[in-house]
């Protein structure tokens, strides 16, 4: 059973446009959340985190939220770019272990 | 630049076959992991190690095991690939306590036929 979900396999947004990338996890045990990016052909590529004391983090133009109640956390990107197209992965651990587990990934076009 | 290099980019082997991975890391980095990505299933653990000769088994271990005889390099084993078993597999290291210092390499696409 998957521990980490990405519900939309695929979304599609303009040039300038915000993305939206959600997550849901069941295991109230994680308290430390990434989002990776991956193109083709490479790995995946660590692109933003968020530990469970905070509900927001922001790097330039990529913002996670957490939502621990609801267990839900997401990825804003504005403005999204071409150059974001890719696969985004949330992935969720527990502070102190150093294994961390995936969702089945969302693949982000962003059209010119 | 660091890295974690995996030894084949596109692997084809036939049912029955004992496969060998190869990732090896230059970061020194204590912890090494093991992943297959497979369309609408993501990143799922296959077996991770936290230093030289120790393993631990993530969620979807059967099938495979691992080697690790020295810090840099962490080897995935398919007993007896099967066809089941053909997929991506994604190596990442790591340097101590928290997950958020993953580095990848680049992918071995394994097909068994």
């Known amino acids: 059973d998957q521990q980490v979900k990405q519900n939309s396999p695929s979304l599609s947004v303009q040039e300038g446009r915000i993305s939206i990338l959600n997550c849901d996890y069941t295991n109230s045990m994680f308290d430390y959340f990434l989002w990776y990016k991956k193109y083709p052909a490479e790995g995946p590529t660590f692109l933003i985190s968020i530990s469970s004391i905070k509900d927001k983090n922001e790097d330039g133009r990529f913002t996670v939220f957490l939502n621990k109640s609801a267990k839900h956390l997401s990825l804003h990107i504005v403005p999204s770019q071409p150059g974001d197209s890719a696969v985004y992965f949330c992935?969720?651990?527990?502070?102190?272990?150093?294994?961390?587990?995936f969702g089945a990934g969302t693949r982000l076009t962003v059209k010119p | 630049d660091v890295k974690v290099t995996q030894s084949s980019r596109y692997l084809v082997k036939r049912t029955g076959e004992k496969v060998f991975l190869e990732c090896v890391q230059d970061m020194d980095h204590e912890n090494m992991f093991w992943y297959r990505q497979d369309p609408g299933l993501g990143l799922r653990l296959i077996y991770f190690?936290?230093?030289?000769?120790?393993?631990e088994k993530g969620d979807i271990p059967e099938g495979y095991s691992v080697s690790r005889e020295k810090k840099e390099r962490f080897s995935l084993i398919l007993e007896s690939a099967s066809t089941n078993q053909t997929s991506m597999y994604l190596c990442?290291?790591?340097f101590g306590q928290g997950a958020w210092g993953y580095t990848f390499g680049s992918g071995t696409r394994l097909t068994v036929v």
């Open positions: 190690s936290y230093d030289v000769k120790m393993k």
């Open positions: 990442a290291s790591s």
């Open positions: 992935a969720a651990s527990e502070y102190n272990n150093n294994d961390m587990r």
